[in-house]
């Protein structure tokens, strides 16, 4: 193949939504990766040139719903701004990437529940689906509706129409009981996205918090027993 016609190629691969998005998740999975491979994971924020800087988020435990960032790093403390840097990760496992949402174009912290062929996001209790063609919403509320005549309030549903369009083959077609039945909670749709890969086999990563898991002791005057997963 002539060299002119393979730059071409190669041009038309960069610049098309499919290639973006294997980058966007190969991006997601490096940071995990490159934490996950420490002797004990830290926080830690990517900059604008892709440098990964370990350091201390300052938040409130269990907070995912980021506005600004305050990073500390050897007692110098930082506020950054979605457009500042890249992303960030937390010691927890939690993946953010400073990323636009459909139909805006100022970037937020959105919170990266599942990476791979189909990105799930989440930020201030919305979901978001990716696949680097389609960017979509998956939306779910309270509407009125009518029904013999007087209007009544349903909740709706349209996610699950959402989701079959992104899962599709027969991977997504076997879970289409599922979708019908699941509830709009990061759990429920998690789970959906692990299925669909595991089904298809391919590569994803699922980035939740890693949390102590409570046990509560049978024994009388013990009280809790904590142990890590």
């Known amino acids: 193949m002539p060299k002119s016609l393979l730059s071409i190629i190669l041009l038309f691969l960069l610049s098309t939504p499919v290639f973006s998005q294997v980058s966007k998740d190969r991006l997601v999975s490096d940071w995990a990766l490159a934490n996950s491979s420490k002797e004990k994971m830290q926080d830690f924020i990517v900059l604008p040139s892709g440098q990964q800087v370990f350091g201390t988020v300052v938040r409130n435990y269990n907070y995912a719903d980021f506005e600004e960032l305050v990073f500390s790093k050897d007692g110098v403390v930082s506020t950054y701004l979605p457009q500042q840097i890249q992303g960030f990760g937390l010691d927890n496992g939690q993946i953010f990437l400073s990323k636009p949402l459909p139909g805006n174009s100022e970037p937020v912290f959105l919170q990266i529940l599942v990476s791979g062929p189909i990105q799930l996001g989440e930020y201030k209790g919305g979901y978001f689906l990716d696949n680097g063609k389609e960017y979509m919403k998956l939306e779910a509320y309270y ?83 904590v142990t890590g997963k």
């Open 143 to 225: 509407g009125e509706v009518e029904k013999n005549g007087p209007l009544y309030k349903k909740y709706i549903r349209p996610f699950r129409g959402t989701l079959k369009q992104f899962l599709v083959g027969d991977c997504g077609v076997a879970l289409f009981t599922d979708i019908d039945r699941a509830p709009y909670n990061d759990q429920a749709l998690i789970n959906l996205m692990k299925s669909y890969f595991d089904c298809a086999q391919v590569r994803y990563q699922v980035h939740i918090e890693k949390v102590p898991l409570i046990l509560i002791s049978p024994l009388a005057g013990i009280g809790l027993i």
